[in-house]
């Protein structure tokens, strides 16, 4: 980081995608030419933006998506473990959102039920070690690490993101004002 | 002036007879509550109305206001605890407000934003529960149902049906439906009842009108539920 004329500590981020659509990603793209004054006074570090695949030490780590599988509680407790500040974006992130609908069903159930072979329409549940293993539960972020600030939306608007990401940024406490809060 | 009280030190006056909320509601004061609807008996149930009378908690909606009565409403202490409150409900149930037709019109969903509710906080419980699409006109998700009581009281006192009913107590506690079977679909429910259409949540949805006004443009989406005090009526879309 040591760029000549480069006196400023870029602010570095992280962002993931877990259970959920990347819709919170697209979102964070909708803050549009914004992107530019963001690039100048912040970094990405682990990114589906960078295509960084492990992260290290960070300021702010935004999470969008539930906990779904064993992959997921790792990437999670790996971004707990490097950020500062850990970010639950969006419903999923929150309180599991629509994955969680499966909360209900038996995760053996469902997977047989799913997984069929063709020919004899047995049940076939995928098996190999490159598969995560899929836990019981979709769980929201807050039930596997501590989760410093939520945002809420699904997905929050660009607009929300930029209000809570400078907020952030500045150290000033993040607050949405209404028309900038939705859950929907 | 006789029949005065004050709500945070500000003068309202009041009817004999009348309730805190509703004198409140008359005066243009938002008090939050969603158990409380003004055709129906005071239920005091959902708890969201409690004040500070004289310093100590009451519910809104069932205590009498009186002469020289201090009413504190809007309290950093109070706003807390209704936020607890609303959590403590998101949680319950299975509040997915994404995947929900009710989703902009719900004053569960309406208090969240009014208290800046970030998230549900507490630890979900997901509990298991049906839906009953077996009526024509009306679906109900017990997954959404916070058992305000407004629809057993609006079938029980204005319908004159009792279709609805709450059964067992705490966590157990759920709606049940009075017909033979237990389903919506073989009682005497009409999608003309009054029942159909006081929930203040997604649990009573009339089916094929959950779109007709597109989210983004419902009336919470457009305005705070505090809002409503302006025009002391519910929008018509929340009704």
Same mark, same amino acid.
């Given at each position: ?6 006196? @400023?500590?870029? *602010? ?7 259970? #959920? ?7 964070? %793209? !909708? /803050? ?51 950020? @500062?500040?850990? *970010? ?7 309180? #599991? ?7 209900? %069903? !038996? /995760? ?72 900038? %809060?939705?859950?929907? | ?239």
């Amino acid at each position: 980081m040591s760029n000549p004329g480069q006196d @400023k500590v870029k *602010v570095r981020l992280a962002t993931t995608s877990l259970a #959920g659509c990347f819709g919170c990603h697209m979102s964070f %793209l !909708d /803050i549009d030419e914004r992107l530019f004054e963001l690039a100048e006074i912040a970094e990405f570090d682990r990114s589906p933006f960078t295509d960084i695949k492990h992260c290290g030490p960070c300021d702010i780590a935004l999470i969008e998506g539930g906990v779904c599988n064993a992959d997921n509680v790792h990437v999670v407790r790996e971004l707990r473990a490097n950020a @500062k500040i850990l *970010v639950a974006v969006g419903a999923c992130a929150i309180n #599991g959102g629509l994955p969680a609908l499966r909360n209900k %069903l !038996d /995760i053996e159930d469902i997977l047989r039920r799913v997984y069929r072979n063709p020919v004899t329409d047995e049940p076939c549940v995928p098996n190999s070690p490159e598969l995560p293993l899929a836990l019981d539960k979709v769980y929201p972020l807050n039930e596997i690490v501590r989760v410093d600030y939520s945002l809420p939306g699904c997905p929050p608007s660009g607009d929300a993101i930029w209000k809570f990401l400078t907020d952030l940024i500045l150290g000033r406490m993040p607050r949405l004002e209404p028309s900038l %809060l939705h859950y929907d | 002036m006789d029949n005065e009280f004050t709500i945070d030190e500000q003068p309202v006056p009041f009817v004999p007879g009348q309730t805190i909320l509703e004198a409140a509601k008359a005066a243009g004061v938002y008090i939050p509550h969603l158990c409380f609807q003004p055709d129906f008996k005071r239920h005091g149930g959902c708890k969201l109305c409690t004040v500070l009378v004289n310093g100590r908690t009451q519910t809104a909606c069932t205590h009498k206001a009186a002469v020289g009565q201090e009413v504190d409403v809007n309290t950093p202490e109070l706003d807390a605890m209704r936020r607890s409150l609303v959590q403590m409900l998101f949680i319950e149930g299975n509040h997915f407000c994404p995947a929900c037709e009710k989703s902009g019109a719900c004053q569960l969903q309406a208090l969240g934003y009014e208290y800046e509710m970030m998230s549900p906080h507490f630890v979900e419980l997901y509990p298991h529960r049906e839906v009953d699409a077996s009526h024509p006109d009306v679906l109900l998700d017990f997954n959404r149902c916070i058992l305000c009581e407004l629809c057993v009281r609006a079938s029980r006192d204005v319908d004159h049906k009792e279709v609805f009913a709450v059964a067992g107590r705490g966590l157990d506690a759920k709606l049940i439906i009075n017909s033979p079977t237990g389903k919506l679909g073989d009682s005497a429910f009409a999608v003309t009842d009054r029942a159909a259409h006081v929930c203040p949540v997604g649990a009573i949805i009339v089916k094929r009108v959950g779109f007709a006004t597109a989210i983004g443009e419902r009336p919470y989406d457009l305005a705070q539920i505090s809002a409503e005090a302006e025009s002391c009526e519910l929008p018509e879309a929340a009704k």
